[in-house]
């Protein structure tokens, strides 16, 4: 699988947020809701902006909320403008800031990044509550479309992950390419010889296996294709046990879990190794002094 696969589909990425604001765990309950999202808090290596240049070169389209009472060595407000002249379109930008401001700095504030830059993402300010700021950055975050195109998160697997089902009495096996809670992509072994199967077609028991998690599902086929070298891709949208699409809650937050994982664990991956590479030919790096 290339590293463009791997790294598809809208995310989103908080720059320097202050945790007393923000907790680690919103991460995983915005993958509840279909928002992939990361926290970016560590410039003591790689400067504020090559993370962020490139995190906008890597993950095109994504969305970043900048917290700007942080002090990472960066003026704010000339840092936001320039990422806006460099990087235009490729990336959504927003503002976060803390609760406290008079009425007069908040009007200033909003003037600046809204009207006079223009951040689509808005310039948003925080309470002195976790629980409520979730709500606050779950609302901007859907206004946004944070999800993009696909409403839930998936993950691409790796050659162990597999199902098997009967179909007509023949023994179906072959690997998960990726999954999701609602859906799963499938390919069949082409070693096996099973009967063709028709699409929309409900199988009653799938058993499936990943990232350490085994457990069986009902599930309809919706989508068949040829992919070449004799191989076709199945998409299966599994269903709960009242027949509804999805998966029964006590196997969804444990699906999730594991997808947070994989899916955040290799676009980390892939950003550090961009940054490590930039490190290597920029020793001395700094970021820009206009900044």
Known sequence: MDAKTEIEGRKTFFIAPDLTFFSESYLEEFLARGYEAYI???????????????????????ILFFFIDSDVGVDWEKFIKYIQQQFGDKALLGVLYAKGRSPEQKAALEKYFLFDLGLQCGCIELEYNREKNFTIIDKVMFANQACGRRKNVRAICDTSASA???FQGAVVKGRVSDISVSHFSFIPDPNY???DIPLYTKIDEV?????GMRFKVPANLVIQREIGDG???????????????GLDEDVAEKVRERIYVMVTDKVKEILLEKCKQWKQENPNGRDLASF
């Not at 902006?49 to 389209?61: K, S």
């Not at 191989?231 to 699409?245: A, C, D, E, H, T």
């Open 40 to 62: 970016v808090k560590d410039f003591r290596f790689y400067p504020v902006y090559e993370q962020v240049r490139i995190i906008v070169e890597t993950c095109p389209d994504s």
């Open 164 to 166: 098997n089902f009967l």
């Open 193 to 195: 010889t099973f009967p």
């Open 207 to 211: 058993t499936l296996s990943f990232k």
């Open 231 to 245: 191989k076709i891709l199945q998409v299966f949208l599994m269903l709960r046990s009242n027949g509804q699409p």
